[in-house]
């Protein structure tokens, strides 16, 4: 089984932080949204075998554990999420603050 590639085809196994910084807020925040989908659609399936199946004591029990993992894993996922997004809306405020002092610039430059 391959590793997962990135929107440029390279394999994306292990990231340090530094590395992921290069990669940017945008694709750090698709990861997380994929990574937090499947961890939902992982939720799902063991919430119907918990509910729709007789299951022994032992079997309930792991898959309660297995249950509560998964929602411990989704709900750090969306707390990164949160501060990413928020760090992309910063990003973005200063970019736009960037273009409008450029323009300005221009604008006093060329009159």
Known sequence: MGASNNDWG???INMTKKKRENLGVALEIDGLEEKLSQCQRDL????SKLYGAELSPEARRSLEKEKNSLMNKASNYE???KLLRQENRKNMVLSVAIFILLSLIYACWTM
């Not at 799902?44 to 919430?47: I, M, T």
């Open 44 to 47: 799902e399936a063991v919430n």
């Open 79 to 81: 707390k990164e999420l």
């Open 10 to 12: 390279i394999p994306v």
